[in-house]
C-alpha cells in the first residue's frame, strides 16, 4: 500500500505547512513575546474546525521556544535541528533562566464543569511551580489549596448562574471570609508584579465542550483575565461557541464574548488552490502516479472538490478513505468516479444515497431512453447539503443524467469507459460500492496480461477452458464479457499484438460456436439480435476475414 495515513494531528514545524500558517504564527508569536501585559490580556484565535488552528498554536509556540532559547545563548542552528520532544527537554532544563512560561490546557480531556475548573487550576500550579520564581510558586500553591472552593470562585465572578447553583452555600460562605480566594488571589498577584515573568496560557478545543463546560472555562479567564503578566489564547470556531451560549436555560448574549476576549484573530483561510495540491500529493501517494490530465478531472476538481473541501481536515478524510479502498480496486475503476463518490459519501450522504439506491437503473439505461429523464427527474439532488456540487458530481459520473439535466457531458465514447472501468458501466458499478472488483468481470490486469503476452496462445486457451468449465458447472457464459472488455481496451490503447491478433483468430472457429458469447468485432455489421434470456446472437454468420478485417479497424481506433 503506497502512501501512509494522515491522523487529526497538527504540524509544528513550517517544512510541513502547506497553507502559510507559518506566517501567521511568527506573527503571533511576535505579539505574545512582545505585548505589555500589566494588567493581562486575552487573545482569541478563530476558525473553523478543521481550519489549521491547533497548527498555527503549535508552530507558535514552538518559534517562542526557539526565540527565547536563542537569547539564553543556546545554539540557533543545533535549536532548529530539535524534534519536538528535544525543544521540550531543553525548555524544561532553562525553566530558572527564562522568565517566559507556557501552559497548555485542553479541556477536552475533561469532562464536567468542576473537573475542569480542577484541571485548570493543577495545571497552572503545576507549571509555575516548575518555572517560576519561589514566591510565585507559594502564590499558586496558595491559591490551589482552597480548592474545591476555585470552583466557586469562579463561579462568583461570572455571575453565579448554573456554576453558582452548583456550588452551593459553602463555596459561597467560603469567598466572603478574608482568608479565601480573593486573598490569594491579590497575593498571587503581587507574586507576578515582582517576579515580572511571562505566563502564556494556551486553552484549545474550547468549541469541542458541552455548552456548560465553554461557559465553566470562558468564567474561568474572566475571573482571571486580570493578572498582570499572564496572556491567555483562547482557540475556538466563534460560530460553534456563539450558538452554545445561547442555547441551554440560562442563555449568555454573544457579546458576552467580546467581554473576555481583547484581541480576536482570525485564522487565514486555505486557497483553493492550498488544497488542492495537498490532494493531489495525496493522491499521487495512495496510487503512485498522477491523477490523468482529462478535462473531466479538470471539472471535479473545479466543481466538486472545490465546493465540498473546505479544510485540511477535509481533505485528510477523504485522502484516508481513498487509502483504504485504493488497493482493492487499483486500475479497476476510474480515479475521477472513485474521488467524486467518496466524496459525496463523505461530505454529502443525501446525494450519494441518490446514486447507491438508483445505480442500476441509471446503468442499465441507454443515455437516449425515454424513461432516463424519469429517473434523472427524480435524482436531483435538492435536498442535498450542496445541491449545485452535487448536481454536477452526479452529471460528471453519469453522461445520462447530464444530458438531461443540461449539463455538457465530458464523457469518452462507450468503449472508452468501458475500458477506464467508469461507474456509469453495468459491471463496473459494483467496484465502488462493495470496494473489491466485481466477479463477473475481468480485471484490468487480466486483460492487459493477454495482451501483452509474448506468447498469448496458450494462455487465452487456457482462460476459454477456464470459462466453459463455468458454464458447464452452471455459471453464466463470461466469455462475451471477456471478448467485449478486449474489444474496449484495443480500441483505447495500442495493446492489440500480432501474437495476440493470431491467438484470437486460432481459437475464432471455437468462439463461433458459443451461444451468447460472439463478439461484434467478428460480424459483419455488428448490430446484434436479442435473443431469449440474456443470450446474444448475430444476424449474419462470421467468417474469420471479417474478424481479421474489424480486428484491423479495431487497432487502427
Given amino acids: 500500500m503506497n502512501g501512509n495515513f494522515h491522523g487529526d494531528r497538527p504540524i509544528s514545524r513550517p517544512d510541513d505547512d502547506l497553507f502559510g500558517l507559518a506566517s501567521f504564527a511568527d506573527a503571533l508569536a511576535t505579539s505574545l513575546l512582545g505585548m505589555n501585559l500589566k494588567d493581562g490580556l486575552a487573545i482569541s484565535v478563530e476558525g473553523p474546525w478543521g481550519s489549521g488552528k491547533s497548527s498555527a498554536i503549535a508552530l507558535a509556540l514552538r518559534t517562542i521556544k526557539l526565540r527565547v532559547l536563542k537569547e539564553l545563548g543556546k545554539g540557533a542552528d543545533d535549536l532548529e535541528k ?34 475542569l475548573v480542577r484541571a485548570f487550576f493543577n495545571e497552572l500550579a503545576a507549571q509555575i ?17 482552597l480548592l474545591p472552593f476555585a470552583f466557586g470562585f469562579a463561579a462568583a465572578h461570572f455571575g453565579a448562574g448554573d456554576i453558582g447553583k452548583a456550588v452551593g452555600e459553602r463555596a459561597k460562605s467560603a469567598l466572603t471570609s478574608d482568608s479565601s480566594l480573593e486573598r490569594a488571589k491579590r497575593n498571587l498577584v503581587g507574586a507576578l508584579k515582582e517576579a515580572d515573568e511571562r505566563i502564556i496560557v494556551v486553552i484549545d478545543d474550547i468549541d469541542r465542550l458541552m455548552p456548560t463546560e465553554m461557559r465553566a472555562v470562558l468564567s474561568l479567564v474572566k475571573s482571571l483575565g486580570d493578572l498582570p503578566n499572564v496572556l491567555y489564547v483562547l482557540v475556538f470556531d466563534k460560530d460553534v461557541v456563539t450558538k452554545a451560549l445561547a442555547e441551554g436555560a440560562e442563555k449568555i448574549d454573544p457579546a458576552f464574548l467580546e467581554k473576555i476576549v481583547q484581541v480576536s484573530l482570525q485564522l487565514p483561510p486555505p486557497w483553493r488552490g492550498e488544497l488542492r495540491k495537498m490532494l493531489l500529493a495525496r493522491i499521487r501517494k495512495i496510487t503512485g502516479r498522477d491523477p490523468p490530465d482529462r478535462p473531466r478531472w479538470q471539472m471535479v476538481l473545479l466543481k466538486v472538490l472545490g465546493t465540498y473541501l473546505a ?23 476510474d480515479l475521477a468516479d472513485l474521488v467524486v463518490v467518496t466524496t459525496l459519501q463523505l461530505f454529502d450522504p443525501v446525494a450519494y444515497a441518490l446514486v447507491r439506491d438508483n445505480i442500476e437503473a441509471i446503468t442499465r439505461r441507454d443515455v437516449l431512453d425515454p424513461f432516463i429523464r424519469k429517473i434523472a427527474d427524480a435524482m436531483r439532488p435538492g435536498n442535498a447539503r450542496k445541491p449545485e456540487a452535487a448536481e454536477a458530481a452526479m452529471a460528471l459520473m453519469f453522461p ?58 496458450p494462455m487465452f486457451k487456457a482462460t476459454l477452458a477456464r470459462l466453459e468449465d463455468e458454464r458447464v458447472a452452471g455459471l453464466p457464459s463470461r466469455v462475451g464479457d471477456l471478448l467485449f472488455q478486449i474489444h474496449a481496451t484495443v480500441h483505447s490503447r495500442p495493446l492489440l499484438t500480432p501474437e495476440f491478433a493470431a ?44 474478424a481479421r478485417q474489424n480486428l484491423g479497424n479495431s487497432r487502427d481506433s
Fill in 311 to 333: 479544510t485540511p481536515r477535509d481533505v485528510i478524510r477523504l485522502a484516508n478513505t481513498l487509502q483504504v479502498i485504493w488497493p482493492t480496486v487499483a486500475d479497476d475503476v
Fill in 503 to 546: 491467438a484470437l483468430f486460432d481459437c475464432s472457429d471455437d468462439l463461433i460456436r458459443r451461444e451468447g458469447a460472439v463478439h461484434k468485432c467478428f460480424c459483419n455489421d455488428g448490430k446484434p439480435q436479442r435473443a431469449s434470456g440474456d443470450a446474444v446472437r448475430w444476424n449474419k454468420t462470421p467468417r474469420r476475414s471479417n
Fill in 129 to 145: 511551580g516548575a518555572d517560576g520564581s519561589d514566591r510565585l510558586k507559594a502564590a499558586m500553591d496558595g491559591l490551589v489549596s
Fill in 82 to 115: 530539535l524534534s519536538d520532544q528535544e525543544l521540550d527537554e531543553a525548555w524544561y532544563k532553562c525553566a530558572k533562566m527564562r522568565k517566559t512560561h507556557i501552559v497548555r490546557f485542553n479541556p477536552w480531556n475533561f469532562s464536567g464543569q468542576e473537573n
Fill in 400 to 457: 445520462s443524467l447530464a444530458n438531461v439535466w443540461g449539463h455538457h457531458p465530458l464523457d469518452a465514447d462507450h468503449l472508452s469507459s468501458m475500458d477506464q472501468r467508469r461507474i456509469c458501466k453495468q459491471g463496473f458499478y459494483h467496484n465502488y460500492f462493495k470496494f473489491t472488483r466485481s466477479s463477473e468481470m475481468f480485471s484490468r490486469t487480466e486483460v492487459d496480461a493477454l495482451l501483452t503476452a509474448s506468447d498469448p496462445a
